[in-house]
């Protein structure tokens, strides 16, 4: 694959999007500590982060760290149509635009120079352009490759702009932190320091071979290529997902089956609302778990055939629920997570026989429609009647 010579990509990446867009609508929380979601954070403005509090922690665990927080319930359509407004931004700025997630994206800018001025210039009338057109602040980074601007824009955060020009790639990447590299959590971040690797230079300094006998063929690999700056994916344009999901949090306090399902409910009707909005249709429906001890687990089900049918996709994720429910009961819960793969688009649906009475695509077609004009909040399942409002917005920026 073609990789450019210069620093022409560029990751932006909005500010503490939901929070920033709260701060945007009400003058009386800017510059003050925001929480956004009740039973868990969904986002913390940089005030609040300040304190520690951050994205999926519990909302008792965030107060207590920040006990003057101001906690506002999640606005789901104000952020989309945000994040609408900033896209648009992208791409008045170039053609060659790869969305990551509602808050983030690419931008390829190779070939713009005389008509737009150095990629850096660029970058900088992107962030102005998103701060007067939509009143928020972003944060871009400029690299040669995509690894190398997402990690120069998480290092300029909040609010800044920073270049990588190709001669200065190592000697920038080299003295961060090891767990600035993508595929290294907590676990792997261990190992490394066990080893007395604190840094991305201490693991440059390695062979690929030892890495591999450390972490794994695909790990090892990975990581060597990464700490020499090595990626050669393009920006593309268009890319369709191959699954869509969404997790939620839960804290380690005690779930019963009803505070599962009631997060499983609102999960299953995000995604699927997803689907539908991206045309989208889906045969795998995927079920993650993670534990009180860290562990996880995976469950899956193939379906016959391809679907978007909230109901459907539902009574698949309970029966997966169900069987789980064993390993829940002796580990604790803390994280549910849904997925839909094997993606198609909608017109590709094959007709099941007989047609399957259960799922409704006239009645989820109409949820969608008064969901968009009047919110996510504004009809509710029974389910979730008196539960934390937080539980109906459980999805998190990408």
Known sequence: MFVTSEATILHADLD????????RDDPRLRGRPVIVG??????ASYEAKAHGVRTAMGGWQARALCPKAI???PRMSAYAEA??????????????????SIDEAFLQVAGLRKIAGTPAEIAARLRGQVRERVGLPITVGVARTKFLAKVASRVAKPDGLLVVP???????????PVDRLWGVGEIT????????????????RLQEKTLVAMLGRAAGRHLHALAHNRDPRPVQVGRRRGSIGGQRALGRSPK???????VVCTLVDRVTRRMRTAQRTGRTVVLRLRFDDFSRATRSHTLPWSTSATETILTTVRFLVAGALPLIRERGLTLVGISVGNLDSSGAVQLALPFDDYANPALDAVLD??????GTTSLTRAVLLGRDPGLQVPLLPD
């Open 16 to 23: 503490s999007f939901y929070a920033s867009v709260e701060q």
């Open 38 to 43: 009740g039973g868990v954070v969904l986002a």
């Open 71 to 73: 906690v506002v319930p």
């Open 83 to 100: 994040s609408k407004a900033v896209f648009e931004v992208f791409r008045d700025t170039t053609p060659l635009v790869e969305g990551l």
């Open 166 to 176: 190709p001669e200065g790639e190592l000697a920038f990447l080299h003295p961060l």
């Open 189 to 204: 971040a261990a190992k490394l320091h066990n080893r007395g690797i604190m840094t991305v230079g201490d693991l440059a």
């Open 256 to 262: 019963t089956p009803a505070d599962i399902d009631a």
């Open 369 to 374: 429609r008064v969901h968009d004009r009047f």
